[in-house]
């Protein structure tokens, strides 16, 4: 079973549409927990930390259940420029390398 | 905020030929960074912790006499790729993060694309 899972789509919405991206992980341990975006061949950005709480920024929403080991993410209100690959991370225990989820690719569509 | 520069951004090179990669944290000081490796259409993989004054840790799996990791000083590491294979072709990305912590994860160096022909 991999760390960190996420489906990795295509998802292809037309502009305006909500989206929901989800991920789950293996080991209960795990600390701190972000969502990424990934253009094509660039370095994934720091789209938002995700906390037990949900927290928001702007049309994202993220949320994390522990109990389920779960990740989720939401964007609303889609627009072209939200077009990428985004990706789940998880830091674990001890050392601070993270864990990424292999990307969920999302088109947005005129 | 945070800075991490890496350079080259594309390297070609030809197999048997070693190649060196840095990553700089401009505005920090960074005791550890991490290289990541990715494939075509794959995650990220954690291939090495480098820390400053000690040796690296290498993810299991990762040929710590291939790929050679040097962390000097506290704003800079080097990777080397040595004896170069088509295999190797990937994009290779750095991370750090300032002592303490980066309150929301950290920051990437914008990779090196190597193509080894």
Redesign the interface.
Known sequence: RKE?EQDPGPFNVPEGATVAFNCTYSNSASQ?F?W?RQDC??????L??VYSSGNEDGRFTAQLNRASQYISLLIRDSKLSDSATY?C?VEGTG?????????TRLQVQP | GAVVSQHPSRVICKSGTSVKIECRSLDFQAT?M?W?RQFPK?????MA?SNEGSKA?YEQGVEKDKFLINHASLTLSTLTVTSAHPEDSS?Y?C?A?PAG?L????T????T?LTVV
């Open positions: 960190v701190s972000f990424y061949r660039k370095e994934p950005k720091l938002m930390s990706l991370v050392r601070r390398a993270l864990t990424f989820g292999s990307g | 550890t991490f990541y794959q995650s990220l993989m954690l912790t840790t994009f990305i991370s993060s912590g309150v929301g994860g950290y990437f160096g914008s990779g694309r």
